[in-house]
């Protein structure tokens, strides 16, 4: 499956911004579906990560309480939510999947994650 990240932007600090990440195909009931981001000089970072079955949540610290992840069956689309925007949220960010055979609890590791498509760019200014 390939994936489609959209909905990055220029904002200024303290407005939203939802993105999204299209599947090209199914999404199967035990996968995990997460975003990562990476800025200019840094290493890749955890934002968060849901159950495709439960839609269970995982975020990483620095998000955690701004940003929210949600799916859609239907669409086979994941969104991130961004609330409260700081300059520090300012990165490439990039969807993700782990195609997992059971239920599996979510991690944070993004070496088990899949990385299939371009990711998208937002830019918060102060």
């Known amino acids: 499956v390939q994936l489609q990240a959209s909905g990055g932007g220029l904002v200024q600090a303290g407005d939203s911004l939802r993105l999204s990440c299209s599947a090209s195909?199914?999404?199967?009931?035990?996968?995990?579906m997460g975003w990562f981001r990476q800025a200019p000089g840094k290493e890749r970072e955890f934002v968060a990560a849901l159950t495709w079955r439960e839609a269970n949540k995982l975020y990483g610290e620095s998000v955690k309480g701004r940003f929210r992840i949600s799916r859609d069956g239907a669409k086979n689309t994941v969104y991130l939510e961004m609330n409260s925007l700081k300059p520090e949220d300012t990165a490439v960010y990039y969807c993700?999947?782990?195609?997992?055979?059971?239920?599996?609890?979510?991690?944070?590791?993004?070496?088990?994650?899949?990385?299939r498509g371009q990711g998208t760019q937002v830019t918060v200014s102060s």
């Open positions: 195909g199914d999404i199967f009931s035990n996968w995990h």
């Open positions: 993700a999947v782990r195609q997992l055979p059971s239920r599996t609890p979510l991690i944070a590791s993004g070496a088990q994650y899949d990385f």
